[in-house]
C-alpha cells in the first residue's frame, strides 16, 4: 500500500509542513518529471525519505517502529537470510508462535513480503522504520562467531572427549566415527559452518595449535580469527569433518580431499575439504561454494562501457578462444559462469571440464576432472571434442597438452572459454607461448583475454573526500586519469563539464556499519581484444609490455584505471584498489 498524492497533499498542508504555494510548484515539478507527489517532495528537498516514513505510517496506519540500539534476538534476526535483508532493507525483529513483525522501508515491497511468510510459515506484521534504524539493525548480522555462539560452543567442548585410550593408544576408526556423532562435536561444527555462510565466508580454516585450535574465517578476500577452541578439541572436530567428507578418519599423515553439502536457509553450499598434517595435527581448510548460482549479468559483476561491449563481440562470434586471468581466488569462476548463463540457450551444447564443478548450471554438461584415475583437463577435452559441442569451457589451462587441444577445438568450429593463471590480460599471450603454442594459432584463435582481481566494497556509511593535486599527480604516473575521466563522462556518471575537483572518492568507516568499512567483493578488469596491430606484435615475439601498452593506446582501461573509475563511482576506494594491484 503506498500513499495517494492527494492523501498526501491534504496531510502537509494541515500539518503544516509545507506551505500552498509550494505544494503548488511540487505539483507542476511532478507531472513533469511523471514522479508521485512524494518522489518530487523528497527529490527537490522539501522533505527526507525518513520525514514520509513517518508521514505514510501515520495516514496509512502502518505502526513505526525504532530499532536503534534494541538488540535482536539473532534467532529472529537470522529468519531472513542477510542477504535478502540487505536487498530488500526488510528485518525481523519481533516473533510469537503465530506472528513475525519485520521492519521495512517500504512496505509496499510485496515480493520481500511474500518470500519471508513463505520461508516461516507465519503471519507476517510489516512496520515501517528509518533509515538509521535499518542500519542499526543490519550491522546486527556482523555479530562474531565468539559474541553469538562463544558459550555454547565452549559448553559443548568441554564435553568432547580425547581421542585416545587409556593407554594413550590412537583409537580404531570404528571408535572415532562413533565419537564424530556425538551431539556436542555435531553441534560445534553445525554452528561453525551455519555462521560461516551468515558471514558470507569464502573458506574455514581449522588450525591446530600447541594450546588451543584456532578457527578462521576469510570474508571478502581477508582472512581474520573467527574463535578458538580447547586443544582437546582438535582430534574430535577432525574426525567429524571427516565423516562429513567421507574421508578416512585413521589416515593423519597424508593429505586428504573431500567433499560435502549442506542446506541453509534454501541456499545449498558444498563444501571443498582440504586435510593437511601439520606439526601440532592435521589443519582443516574448507571452500565453500554456494551452489546454483544462475541470473548473473556481466554489467552485476564489474564490466562496462567498452569492456562489456568486447566481451558481447567475442561471445557473438562462434569459434575462438575467450581467457579470463588472474590469481586464484580473484572471481575468475564467475565470470566464466556469467559468460556461459549468457550464451546458455536450447539452440546450443555446452559442455565443460571443471576441477571442481563450483557451480550447477541447468542444461550445461558439466565434468570433474579425476587426475588419479587419469581423468584430467586435456583427458577431458578429448572426450567432449566427441560430444557435438558448440561452446566448451576448460577450468584450467595448465599445460602445453591441454592449451594445444584447445587451440584446435577453437579452429575446428567451437566456442571456448578457459582460465589461465597470470597477472594481467597481456601476459595471456606471453604465458601461452611459454608452454609452447605457435604464435600464428594463437593470434588467428584468441579473441579476448580478460585480466581481472577482487577489490571490497565499500558500505553505505563511506567518507567523502577529494583528491588534492598532489595525490593526483601521484596517481597519473601509474593511470590515464584523462582515459579514467572521459569514461566516467561517457558513461553518464559525472557530468560533461566535469573535473577531478568537482569528484568525491572515500575512505571507508571503520566500526560503523561493519568493522572496517567495507562489505562485499566486485571485480576490477582489463579487457585486451586481440586487434590487427597486437596480432601482428605477438608474431614478431614483441614483450608483454609492449603489448599492453598497444592495448592501451587502442582504448583499454587497465585494471587499475578500472579500479579508479569505480573508486570515483564510490563503490570502492582507492586504497583498497591499491592493495589489491600491489599484493
Known sequence: MRIQDEQLKRFVLDAGLI???????????????????AEALIAHGHMTEDDMRRVESYVLGIPFVSLKNIKVEFDVLTLIPEPVARTHNIIAFKKTDKELEVAMLDTADLPAIDFVKKKVGLKILPRLTDTESMRSALRQYQKTLKDEFGEIIMKDASALKVITDESGEELSEKDLKKMAEDLPVVRIVDTLLRHAIIQGASDIHIEPAE???????RVDGILSDAMKLPKHAAGTLVARI????????????????????????GQKVAFRVSMLPVFFGEKIVMRLLRESRSGFSLEGIGFHGSTLERIHKATRATTGIILVTGPTGSGKSTTLYTILDLLNSPEVNISTIEDPIEYQMPRVNQSQVKPEIGFTFAAGLRSLMRQDPDIIMVGEVRDEETASLAINAALTGHLVLATVHTNSAAGTVARLVDMGLETFLLVSTLRVAIGQRLVRKLSDDKLPYTLTKAERDELAAHVNLDLVLETLKEEKIVKDDATWNDIPFYHPKEKGETEDGYKGRMGIHEVMEMSPTIKDMVMSGKTGDDIEAQ??????LTMLEDGIYKAAKGLTSIEEVLRVINE
Open 19 to 37: 506551505k500552498k504555494s509550494d505544494i503548488a510548484a511540487v505539483e507542476k515539478v511532478a507531472k513533469d518529471e511523471r514522479r508521485t507527489l
Open 211 to 217: 594450546e588451543e585450535v584456532v578457527v578462521r574465517y
Open 242 to 265: 571427516k565423516v562429513l567428507s567421507n574421508l578416512k578418519l585413521d589416515q593423519k599423515r597424508l593429505p586428504q580431499d573431500g567433499r560435502f553439502k549442506m542446506e541453509m536457509d
Open 551 to 556: 592495448a592501451r593506446k587502442e582504448g583499454m
